[in-house]
């Protein structure tokens, strides 16, 4: 097995043009100075992104002006240690570096305390043989060039093709959204910065809206999500459902008729009055551990709105909950398939939360997919395909219809299969670099093969 070696990013390419530009510069000046001091400043100030080198530069002037201001003095008593005391001289410019890097901090400028602390130690250890002021001067000047080489380097920027035609959707759970970690810092800033520019984005999840709304704060998507599984579209902005695929009333209480004779207990997830509640009858006895700790465990949810007794008449009942042993789940799901006559419902399994052996089964309408809720979501859009990330089960129909589609590398086989590509490598981060590669590629990139011939995809 072959392992692939990390691609050159533009960072590496761009600290190396910036270098190369103090040479350039060092050169124009007749060779005048010494360019180490400003190429490692250009190789110190380079940052990913436009506004932060921007930042970046700005502080690290500040701290240049900061070490110089206190390189003077650092020097002047320097030059009363003899030189057979000299290590008296060293000591002298260790400790002045806590003054001048808390300066910084005081300021309220932590980024330039390390380029502080770097402009004191080049005038007090360099051998210039020049007056303190000029040789204060004459460092700060290579250290500003290489900021100012720096930040006009990383201003310069590469035309992109931005594609904009698709919608580009990411499963919350198995792409997004790590359970130790939440959300990264690089997730969260990387994708403001495309949906800042304009990036057709949204999320697809088996979670509730008040769930995505406690763990997105700071991800400014603006698009309606798909919720739970795909049987509700809501909108994030204004805090509303905008579509429910929900269950028949009648079949809903058939199938709760037969799980009572079995002596189930069941959760029924309802839209109410634009508001999501789970109703539930007397639990008096718990069949299962698993049931007992899945209730009380769920029952102190932040997310979910808990209330005992009768569906409204006009609540729609989106999914049936129930937890069940792995056999039970079979059987009872055999039953109902016999019961549905017209195909209406669809289950799926959830094990991730539940006690060995047990499953969460989950009980539909045949339409509460991310596929179906996204065709909805695409008719109140301009973008009429989707690109999609997924890694679960329930991503597989999504995987399936998209346009062109990636599973995670940490996805379940089935979605891998039914995915057009696989994520080589694990982690939120790499599906936001692979969104950043298809939203804004460099000229000489190109799209997917399989975008590139709609005609094979419309057969």
Not at 86 to 105: D, E, G, H, K, Q
Not at 278 to 289: L, P, R, V
Not at 358 to 372: E, V, W
Not at 424 to 430: P, R
């Amino acid at each position: 097995m072959t392992t692939q070696l990390p691609r050159v990013g533009m960072r590496l390419i761009k600290t190396s043009l910036a270098v190369l530009g103090c040479f350039i510069i060092h050169f124009l000046r007749n060779e005048h100075g010494v360019p180490v001091f400003s190429t490692i400043a250009a190789l110190m100030c380079m940052q990913t992104q436009v506004e932060n080198s921007i930042q970046s530069a700005f502080n690290r002037i500040v701290g240049t002006v900061i070490g110089a201001l206190f390189a003077l003095p650092v020097v002047a008593l320097m030059q009363e240690i003899p030189w057979e005391f000299r290590i008296f001289r060293y000591v002298l410019v260790a400790a002045a570096l806590i003054p001048v890097m808390y300066t910084t901090v005081a300021l309220k400028r932590r980024g330039a305390a390390d380029i502080a602390g770097m402009v004191l130690l080049s005038v007090c250890l360099s051998n210039g043989g020049q007056p303190p002021h000029v040789d204060a001067i004459n460092r700060s000047l290579e250290t500003i060039i290489g900021i100012l080489v720096s930040l006009g380097v990383n201003s310069v920027q590469l035309p992109r093709k931005r594609t904009e035609k698709y919608l580009f959707v990411a499963s919350f759970d198995g792409a997004l959204y790590d359970r130790k970690n939440g959300i990264t810092p690089y997730v969260q800033f990387e994708m403001n910065q495309m949906l800042r520019k304009g990036l057709p984005f949204t999320i697809a999840t088996e979670r509730t809206p008040a769930f995505l709304m406690s763990e997105m704060k700071g991800l400014n998507v603006h698009l309606p999500v798909v919720a739970m599984d795909g049987a509700v579209l809501y909108d994030m902005k204004d805090k509303r459902y905008l579509i429910t695929n929900g269950l028949r009333r009648e079949l809903a209480d058939a199938i709760c008729q037969r799980a009572d004779s079995r002596g189930f207990h069941y959760f029924r997830n309802v839209v109410w009055q634009n508001v999501l509640l789970i109703f539930y009858n007397d639990f008096a006895n718990f069949k299962s551990e698993a049931e007992k700790d899945t209730y009380l465990s769920n029952r102190r949810s932040p997310y979910r709105n808990y209330v005992e007794g009768e569906v409204p008449p006009d609540g729609n009942i989106v999914y049936i909950l129930l937890v069940l042993r792995d056999g039970e789940a079979d059987a009872f799901e055999a039953e109902l398939r016999e019961m549905d006559t017209e195909g209406e419902l669809l289950f799926l399994r959830d094990k991730e939360e539940t006690h060995e052996g047990y499953c969460h089964f989950k009980i539909y309408h045949k339409n509460a997919t991310k596929a179906y809720m996204l065709e909805q979501l695409m008719e109140r859009l301009p973008q009429k395909e989707y690109i999609a990330f997924g890694s679960g089960e329930n991503d597989i129909s999504m995987l399936r219809d998209a346009s062109l589609s990636y599973a995670t590398a940490e996805a379940i086989p089935e979605a891998k299969a039914a995915a057009d590509y696989r994520l080589k490598k694990q982690g939120s981060d790499h599906v936001i670099r692979k969104i950043q590669d298809l939203y804004e590629r460099l000229p000489w990139q190109k799209l997917p093969k399989k975008l590139r011939e709609p005609e094979k995809r419309k057969g």
